[in-house]
């Protein structure tokens, strides 16, 4: 019904409305917030920026989903989680994953190993630090390095983060993941499935057909999350073939009911990584 001339003025009063009502619901969940579960609830801001989700008990159910299924993916690519040395969730934002593999809430079956989270979002990280214990949390800059040392991870896992990143963004942190990884360790990470290609419009469709890669832009959540963090979409071929340079037995895990789905691949022994990453 808006006229074209006026429909970035109208998008942008719209987008502006929905930021105020986001921010009247976060104020009034964090006065009624009640966890069912008796754990440490992240403020309504923090567990948005995760998931787009306000209530408490989505937030907690979808992390321990996302818990178990690395778990599960990490044993279908031949890796036992409890078993590993150190695992890292990159972009691990307020804990809603790895909060489930750390002693107040996991099995005693993970306790040999250590967990670390690592987020651009320092606001996400002190709540962390403050909250879930037994893991090991840090800030880290918009652009590597990290300040890892080489071959220090044995399972990297990533839930949600390269959806969000362009291109030149994703290619710095898979070459810096790659370098933190031990040779035979594993990445998991997700990317947007075919399920989730439709809300994208007619030129950001032939964008991914054409290049594999497709970065939408927009104001909607502006303040809310920083102007860098978009929304990206990539076909699986051009994830395998991404990921090729460095990494061999790369699987990708439809999840039913989801419209993320997991790619996992193994760190290839130095000699054999192209560097084209
Ligand atoms: C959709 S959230 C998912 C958070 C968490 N993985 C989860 O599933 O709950 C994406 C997260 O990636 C983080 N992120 C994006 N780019 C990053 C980067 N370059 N380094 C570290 N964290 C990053 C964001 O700050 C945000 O917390």
Redesign the pocket.
Known sequence: LVPPALRPAAKAVYHRLFRIQLHIRFWLADRLRTSQSGLPVPPAILRY???ELIPVEPFLRI?EG?AILMRQLAYEMGIDLTKAGRVL?????CG??IRWFLPDAADPEYSGVEFHG????AQ?IAWCKEHLHGGHFSA?P?LPPLSYPPEFFDVIY????F???DEA?QDL?LAELGRILKPGGLLLMTVHAESAVEILDEAQKSELQLRGFAHARSQKLSGLVPDW?QTTWHSREYIVSRLAAKFGDIRYFEIPGSHQAVVGAILLPLRRQSCQL
Do not use: E
Not at 158 to 161: E, P
């Open positions: 920026r995760v998931s992390g996302c969730d990159f972009g691990c934002g809603r994953t690592v987020d651009v979002d996400a880290n918009l990533c839930f949600s983060v959806t969000h990143l963004m942190w963090y």
